[in-house]
């Protein structure tokens, strides 16, 4: 992985980082965190499509194929729920700030090809699942008021640690 796309991928950390100086993530409310999650969830399915488009190495479509099942999965429970409890995400100074990172790390990654895109897409989603599961567990899930939105935010935690520990290995695999 060049220097380049290792300061990317750390990107995302920081800017999660930065987010908590600007504003307190655990300070929003259930909506806008269902936002925020809605929100990190397409930036994953997107991030994933673009590793089909780009990528020849199996490892890394089985992962992004895993990543658009298990994110568009979440996100259809997320919005029945919502549709359920008539509610409307609300959009926040954090979900504005995830597009706009990733919007910089797909237009980074669109230039990449072989094991450089490879170790670059397998780095930055070991990155952003620490990141955001690091956000769900100590940020929202606590602050969550609705019980069936903290439930499903617990179970989806759950399922995005498994990511994170594929991610781990497709990263190590290759080095």
């Known amino acids: ?11 995302i950390i920081a ?18 965190i ?3 999650a809605y929100i990190a969830d397409n930036i ?5 499509h673009l590793a089909l488009a780009i990528s020849s190495n199996p490892a890394i479509h089985t992962f992004a194929q895993t990543m658009i099942r298990d994110h568009t ?5 997320a ?3 919502l549709a359920k409890l008539e509610a409307q995400p609300q959009d926040n100074f954090l979900s504005q700030a995830l597009q ?8 980074e990654m669109s230039m990449l090809r072989g094991a450089e895109f490879d170790k670059f897409y ?29 439930a499903l935010f617990e179970a989806g935690l759950e399922i995005f640690k498994a990511h994170e520990h594929h991610a781990d290995m497709m990263v190590a695999d290759l080095k």
Request: no cysteine; charged share 20%; hydrophobic share 50%.
């Open 1 to 11: 992985m060049t220097l380049k796309s290792t300061f990317l991928a750390a990107g």
């Open 15 to 32: 800017s999660f980082a930065s987010f908590a100086q600007a504003e307190n993530p655990a300070d929003l409310n259930d909506l806008q």
């Open 34 to 36: 269902a936002h925020v």
């Open 44 to 48: 994953d399915i997107r991030y994933a």
């Open 73 to 77: 999965a979440i996100n259809e429970q």
């Open 79 to 81: 919005l029945a729920l």
């Open 100 to 107: 706009e990172n990733a919007e910089k790390l797909i237009t």
């Open 122 to 150: 397998a780095a930055n989603e070991l990155a952003y699942h620490k990141a955001v599961n690091d956000l769900v567990g100590n940020a929202f899930i606590p602050n969550i008021e609705n019980a069936e939105v903290k």
